[in-house]
Each structure stands twice: as C-alpha cells, then as structure tokens.
C-alpha cells in the first residue's frame, strides 16, 4: 500500500473506471476511493481484483418468475468468462417482472424496471453491465435503461423453454395455452385431459417457446447487433445457453475497454434491421411499442423512427419463420434450424450490414465469419425469400380519423382474411368491466359483420395498456361457427394469440380529444389494410361536437375521471400523469431523449 498511487495526496486520482469513476461523492477525491475499498474489501477482494475491469451482472432471479429460472446458473457462467478474461464481475439485483404476476399489467411496471436497471448502472462503480432478462416486459426495460444510462451494456437473455408434450403432442406456452382452453370450453377437451396439459404447456424454465413477445425481442436484441447470433434461440435449459452466457462475460471485459456505449453503436440502421427482423419472423404487436420506446431513449435517433417506418420496411419484407403463432413450430425448432444465424444470412439483401455490433464488428463482418448453409429442416422452419410463409407485411400500421396517430395490426395472425377489408357497424364497450359484463349476452345487437370496440384499455386508461384487445367473439357468434371478427381497441394483445385486431390506437380513448372515445353504438367503421385507413364514417362537424359535448361533461362533473388520475398518490399517479401514447412508446415522458432534458 506504502507504493500504492490510490494515496499518494501529491498526485491527483485517475478517474473515470471501476471503483475510480464518480469520486466526487464524499467531497475529497482520495478520501472517497479511500472510503470505497474500505467497503469492498470487505466483501474479501483483494487490491489485485479490484484494479480489474469491474463487470456488472444484472440478477433479475425471482421465485415468482419461471422465465428466469436459470438466471443463478448464466451468472456463474457470464462471471467465468468475465474472470477467464480478466476482470472481475459482481453482481447486483434490480427487479423482475413475470406476465402472469405483475397486476395490474407487466407493462404498468415496465418503465419502473427501466429506472430501476439505469439508475443502479449510472449508481455503481462499474464498466460494463450484462444485463439478464427474458420474460417479455424485461428485455425491453433493460434497454430503456441501458442505453439511457449509457454505459457499455450487454443484454443476455434467459432463453425460451422447451415444448411439453401430452398424448404424443408438442405444446407450448401459450398459443397452446389459448388453443386449449378454447378447446375445453367448447366441451371437445374434458377435465381430466386439461387438468394433465396444465403440467405440461411449461415444463421447464425459460421464456414462451413460442414467437410471442419474449423471443421477438430476444430475435431484435440479436438483429440491433447486442448479442451473439444463436444467444436469441438457445433454450433456456441448455448448455448452448450457458457457453452464450460465458461468451457474453468475455465479450463485456473488452466491450468495457473498448468503452462502446450503446449509444455510440446503434445507428438508425441498426433499428431498421431489428425492424426488418420484427417483420421477418411474424413478431409480436408489444414489439413495435417497446422499439418505439427504445429508439426515443437514444439521442440522436430519437424521432428518426416512426410507426410509418414500421409499415415501409414490412411491404418490403416477407414473413419466413414457420413458428407458432403465424406457423407451426416452436423456438427449438428455429435454433434448431440455424436461428438468427440462419434468419440473417437469408435476410442479407433487405439488412444494412454495415450496422456496428457489440464486439465492434459490422454486422455483415459477424456474418461473413460465419457462414450457413440451408438444409431440408431449416428450409421448412426458416423459409427462403423466394417461398415465404406471407408474402409481405405480417405487422401493418393504420392510420385515418378514428386512430389520427396510428395504430397497428398483425395481418398474419388474421384468421378470416376477408376481414382485413372491411366495414360495418360498431358495437362498443366502454372497459373491459362493461366487455365482460355484455359480451355473452343473448341480447345484445351484434352480427358477425359488427366491428367490436372496446374503450379504455389504452396506457392511461386501465392503467398500463393490458393484452385484452383480443376481444372474444361473442358466445352466441361463436356457436353459430364464427371464429373472426373486426375488433378494435386503444390495447395490446399477447404475442401469442391471433385474429383480424386493431391494436394500439391513438390518442386512446381515456384522453378527452380521443375519437375511439365518442365513437356510439351503430356508428359506421371503415378498415382497408390495403389503404391503410382505420375510418369513422362521421362528419367532421359531428365529431367535433361530440368532443365539445364529452370535455364539457367531464368539465361538469369536476372530479372527472381525468382529473382523479392527476392527482393519484404513488407510482400510479406518477404512471398517470407521465405515460405517453402507444406510437411513442408508452414510456414517461421525462425518459424520453425528446422529453423535458436530461438527467
Ligand atoms: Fe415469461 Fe411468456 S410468461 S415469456
Ligand atoms: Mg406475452
């Protein structure tokens, strides 16, 4: 220590890594490091650890969330190749969030994630961050924080779980959790059999095995250039997964001395792959929602990007990838068939690959060194460019009257194509309380050319945007053989169901200048996927009139429900005051890189 430089007082203090960055906090620079190895050391590391690149691993183990079950073992893998490699890895928790257990949505507690995950980066004394995640609302938190924290980040995700299977049949969560209990409430399906296949549609640890929201963006963290090529697919309980989880440790030991930021590598077409990518594997809707808000966090991008981008590079690109559920298959299946390796080499005349990836090779550099051949089974899972699955635009942005600031639908989850063109007249629920309380009612006025509106299910409206826009067709349709309709909504729907649904319209009906909120009973909606046009057949003045007469109402009753929300107490109240519209990410508006100045 005598030779120590940390307290020669004569010399000032390097700074700017490790325990070194952010000395200031107790006032005299020496003192402060001083302080600090006080600390450390008591955790036993020695003056040799700690002169070593110090990595972060994110631990988001909980035991309320299955999807990241295997987060203690990536750990003492990602900490091997951060040791074998040279520097010293600590880790750290934040939260996690499951789907099933996170009321009132996962989204509701998105953006809490996303604090949480920059504000521990920005706090500690690190140089770069793997940062674990996979269940649907993490992986996107992780990269609003991490790109706003802006320390060099290495996303890792947990990985999706294998297929059950019951009688000699694949399932898996949870296209096959939908298929089935619609199959058991139609009486096809009896007690004892839906009773066994709930052992078996998760029968391991990892994300949905399905193309739902989890392994969409585990295929579009890959695509942005975050992680190594087969780390989207590799199944949460193999060892694949666990030398991916060593490899993202040595990668984070020169990532940190490289210093690469996340913002310094993504550039605009870094997104415009991972949106080509989106549209490629017939992703989830929520995906669109989280990129947005993951482009608004980056400086320079933000506002580069549109929903319109969305819908420009999908009349561009064909769906391939055979998956559930626009297809058939399951995440094994893809890894199997090559995965994002595969996917990427088939994509190469629609990506930009001279995008900058984590290591600081271009994307097209990674793929040159290395190369895929097709084969017979990965030809049926990844399909070539010249045989695709659907032949453009599986996600289509809509815009027109009813939805001024867009929404989206996923065409190749439309289950009667017919509907994809198509006007008639609305029948609305106000919330998704009224939806249940009226939608199997013998009563109620609907045909099977009706279009379903459901209010209220919007970021502020319910609060946090749940997955309830798959609207269920009404039970006495449903008897008589329907199985599509038009449903319209200011909600989102889990990535693994399907249907002809209108998603994310905006400005949502919770907002009083909405015009999803004054739409009636009878009134005529006009949708033309072609045109891209979502109409209310109703006169401007008419409208404009029916806003004038709702402001005035809620004006009237003074303690309006708008007024209520803003003045909540808690996270709430803050989620209710802050959330910004679905075409902007559903994030708060102080997060965002266009929002009211920087940290
Ligand atoms: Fe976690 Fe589906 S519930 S990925
Ligand atoms: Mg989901």
Redesign the pocket.
């Known amino acids: 220590p005598a030779e120590n430089p940390d307290y020669d007082l004569t010399q000032p203090l390097a700074t700017g890594t490790g325990l070194r960055s952010g000395l200031t906090s107790y006032g005299d620079a020496h003192f402060s490091l001083f302080l600090r190895k006080v600390f450390i050391k008591a955790l036993g590391y020695s003056e040799s650890a700690l002169n070593r690149p110090i990595i972060g691993i994110i631990n988001t183990y909980s035991a309320l969330n299955p999807?990241h079950a295997n987060v203690p073992q990536l750990i003492e893998a990602v900490k091997r190749g951060v040791q074998l490699s040279g520097g010293l890895a600590v880790e750290f928790p934040t939260i996690s969030l499951?789907?099933?257990f996170s009321s009132p949505t996962s989204m509701f507690l998105r953006n809490l994630m996303s604090m949480d995950t920059e504000e521990m980066i920005k706090a500690q004394p690190l140089d770069a961050v793997v940062m674990i995640g996979?269940?649907?609302k993490t992986v996107p938190a992780q990269l609003m924080g991490g790109i706003s924290a802006n320390k060099p980040v290495l996303p890792l995700v947990t990985g999706p779980m294998m297929p059950g299977s019951y009688r000699g049949q694949r399932l898996g969560?949870?296209t096959d959790c939908r298929n089935n209990w619609a199959a058991f409430r139609a009486g096809t399906l009896d007690v004892e059999d839906i009773g066994n296949l709930n052992e078996e549609l998760a029968p391991t640890a990892g994300?949905?095995g399905v193309m739902?929201t989890?392994s969409t963006m585990a295929c579009v963290t890959t695509a942005l250039g975050f992680m190594p090529l087969r780390g989207a697919s590799a199944p949460a309980v193999s060892s694949a997964r666990l030398r991916i989880a060593e490899e993202t440790g040595t990668n984070a030991v020169s990532v940190a001395a490289a210093k690469r930021t996340p913002q310094e590598m993504l550039s605009k077409e870094s997104f415009l792959n991972a949106i080509t990518v989106l549209q490629a594997i017939g992703g989830s809707t929520n995906a669109v929602v989280h990129l947005m808000a993951i482009i608004n966090r980056h400086p320079r991008l933000a506002g580069e990007i549109t929903l319109k981008t969305f819908d420009e590079i999908g009349r561009k690109t064909p769906l391939l990838i055979d998956l559930k559920p626009s297809g058939d298959n399951y995440m094994t299946d893809f890894h199997n068939a090559g995965g994002m390796l595969g996917l990427l080499h088939t994509l190469e005349p629609l990506l930009h690959l001279e995008a900058m990836t984590i290591t600081g090779q271009t994307l097209g550099e990674v793929l040159d060194a290395n190369p895929f051949r097709t084969f017979p089974f990965s030809s049926q899972i990844i399909r070539p460019l010249t045989n695709p699955l659907y032949p453009a635009s599986s996600l289509v942005v809509l815009s027109g009257n009813l939805a001024p600031n867009g929404c989206v639908t996923k065409a190749s989850a439309s289950k009667d194509r017919r509907l994809l063109s198509h006007s008639g007249p609305a029948v609305v629920f106000k919330n998704s309380a009224d939806l249940a309380l009226r939608i199997d009612d013998p009563n109620l006025a609907v045909t099977k050319d009706s279009v379903l509106v459901l209010q209220g299910i919007g970021p502020i409206g319910n609060p946090g945007m749940p997955e309830a826009g798959m609207i269920p067709i009404p039970r006495k349709l449903s008897a008589q053989g329907v199985s599509d309709m038009l449903r319209i909504s200011d909600g989102r729907m889990s990535g693994t169901a399907g249907g002809t649904i209108v998603l994310h319209v905006s400005p949502e009906s919770a907002i009083p200048e909405s015009v999803l909120g004054i739409v009636r009973d009878g009134d005529w909606i006009v949708c033309d996927v072609e045109k891209r046009e979502l109409r209310l057949e109703v006169s401007d003045e008419e409208i404009a009139q029916r806003i004038v007469e709702r402001k005035a109402k809620l004006e009237k009753d003074g303690d309006g429900v708008w007024k209520q929300r803003k003045a909540r107490r808690g996270y709430r109240g803050l989620y209710e005051r802050c959330v910004n519209q679905a075409q902007e990410g559903a994030d708060f508006d102080f997060l965002t890189a266009v929002g009211p100045g920087e940290a």
Do not use: M, V
């Open positions: 999807c499951h789907e099933s996979g269940c649907d969560a949870c994300t949905c739902g989890a």
